[in-house]
């Protein structure tokens, strides 16, 4: 389920948010990506600042129309494969879009990425959550591992 959004100017002019408040019906990354591509699409790609900004909206909209959104982080199609893994290789250069884009913009949360088992990518949406040294837990990105359930 969830909700298909288009609009002109961008890119990729059509985007659908999928947000579960039952845990149960949560998914792992590999899902999330499988589930897209049967709908005809991908996890999403975010290529600039104005994207992010046009991503953080739609949510902002959703939480206020009432829908009963509440903490629950979202994938994105960001992740690290380990491929290429060297001694001099910094971690954070090893994240790639799964849909192969090349775009170098990245919205990492203050101390993120982690890295070490932590290899795939959402963007926060932790409202309730206490704001910690990189300020609300809103809309950054954080490494987190593949099998959790977003």
């Given amino acids: 389920s969830g909700q298909k959004v288009c609009y002109g100017g961008f890119k990729r002019s059509c985007y659908k948010l999928a ?14 990506r ?25 949510l902002q909209n959703l939480t206020k129309s009432g829908s009963g959104i509440s903490d629950g982080d979202f994938w994105i199609g960001l992740w ?33 990425p982690s890295c070490g088992s932590e290899a795939c990518v959402v963007m926060y949406h932790q409202p309730t959550a206490n704001p910690g040294l990189g300020g609300p837990y809103l809309y950054q990105w954080n ?7 977003h």
């Fill in 80 to 112: 690290r494969s380990g491929n290429g893994l060297t001694m001099s290789s910094v971690c954070s250069d090893l994240y790639q879009w799964a849909d192969g884009n090349i775009s170098p913009f990245r919205n990492w949360y203050t101390d993120e």
């Fill in 19 to 32: 947000y579960f408040q039952d845990v149960s019906r949560r998914v792992g990354f590999q899902e999330a």
């Fill in 34 to 58: 499988q589930a897209c591509e049967i709908d005809g699409g991908t996890l999403l790609s975010l290529e600039s600042e104005a994207e992010q900004q046009l991503i953080q909206n739609m």
């Fill in 143 to 149: 490494d987190d591992r593949c099998n959790m359930k």
